[in-house]
């Protein structure tokens, strides 16, 4: 009786796992976001490479999307990862600032993905100088070198970047360099702060990829003018709690990883047509185009370089800047 009780409830369990469709997934991983999706189409990135870890997985991993800056304030999301509040994180590279002061050094990269995909040297680089701070980076997604890069948008004309000076811009960490070097007052806001500031007068710039659901927030309908030649690269990066990953199989780990490199190619075709998108409902909006000089237009591109750079030879070591330069071929 015994015996035939047993093969009851392993009949039953059998059944139940048939009746359910799938497998009990072995791997739960709890994902935390910078932005919301559906107004964030960076964030809609994230989503994607969700979708695509748990299609490949079929069941060995499930990771689930908790929500982002209702869940953890945005900024406060890179220290809760590495304290392990959450599991997986997908968000701006260059909010590591506080943790990993070099962290998003790929912002200045002109590599297609901007870290070179898993497995090249930029990519192990990168890697390396997370784990030292508790964190598994994973990978960037971004545009090609045409789209998905940082701009600057003003509440008054301008032909150059001199022009600029004495106003106050809203920055992310990535562009505080660039606003200080033209002589304007960088102001650190969250993006749901900057329609109200616009509005008010508070700041009289800001600077955004307007790939990312420009229209989404309602700016176009307070901003004047988008000075377009872009700053630096956008980079939505993917990282995991570095405990969690090391806890993976590594099974699990490859899918993860392979799941990078689809998304690093499919994210480029997005960004482009949603800037497309953008551009052309902020025109509609009465948004005008700033376009510079050739000779001011370089000037824009060499000074907000060399701000970053500048930044970049204080916040790493020298055999590391002298790696990083390398490795994205500026020596």
């Not at 590591?96 to 990519?123: F, I, Q, R």
């Not at 509440?155 to 022009?163: G, I, L, R, T, W």
């Amino acid at each position: 009786m015994k015996r035939n009780g047993l093969i009851g409830v392993f009949v039953a369990a059998a059944l139940a796992v048939l009746w359910s469709g799938t497998a009990p997934a072995q791997v739960k991983l709890n994902m935390v976001g910078s932005w919301p999706p559906g107004v964030s189409s960076a964030a809609d990135v994230g989503i994607r490479y969700m979708e695509e870890v748990n299609r490949r997985a079929k069941g060995k991993v499930v990771i689930n999307f908790k929500g982002a800056r209702e869940v953890v304030p945005t900024f406060d999301q890179p220290e809760a990862l590495v304290r392990g509040v959450f599991d997986v994180w997908y968000g701006a590279l260059n909010y590591w600032a506080g943790v990993v002061k070099a962290g998003y050094v790929t912002e200045l990269s002109s590599l297609e993905p901007p870290d070179g995909g898993p497995g090249h040297a930029l990519h192990d680089f990168m890697v390396k100088m997370y784990e030292k701070q508790g964190v598994r980076y994973l990978g960037a997604f971004s545009g090609d070198r045409q789209t998905g890069n940082h701009f600057m948008s003003t509440q008054k004309e301008v032909s150059s970047p001199a022009d600029l000076k004495g106003m106050k811009v809203r920055v992310p960490p990535l562009t505080r360099f660039f606003v200080k070097a033209v002589g304007a007052e960088p102001v650190t806001l969250p993006p749901s702060e900057i329609y109200l500031a616009l509005e008010r007068g508070a700041v009289e710039g800001f600077t955004w990829p307007y790939y990312d659901g420009f229209t989404n927030f309602g700016w176009h309908k307070v901003t004047k003018y988008l000075i377009g030649h872009p700053l630096y690269r956008d980079g939505i990066g993917i990282a995991v709690n570095l405990k969690k990953w090391n806890s993976l199989p590594r099974d699990v780990q490859q899918v993860m990883l392979d799941s990078v490199g689809v998304i690093q190619q499919w994210s480029r075709g997005w960004m482009s047509a949603h800037q497309g998108f953008q551009l052309a409902t902020m025109k509609k909006a009465g948004m005008k185009v700033i376009r510079f000089s050739d000779a001011e237009a370089k000037n824009w591109a060499k000074t907000s370089n060399e701000a970053l750079w500048a930044h970049f030879k204080t916040a790493m070591s020298t055999d590391d800047y002298a790696r990083a330069r390398k490795l994205m071929g500026y020596d």
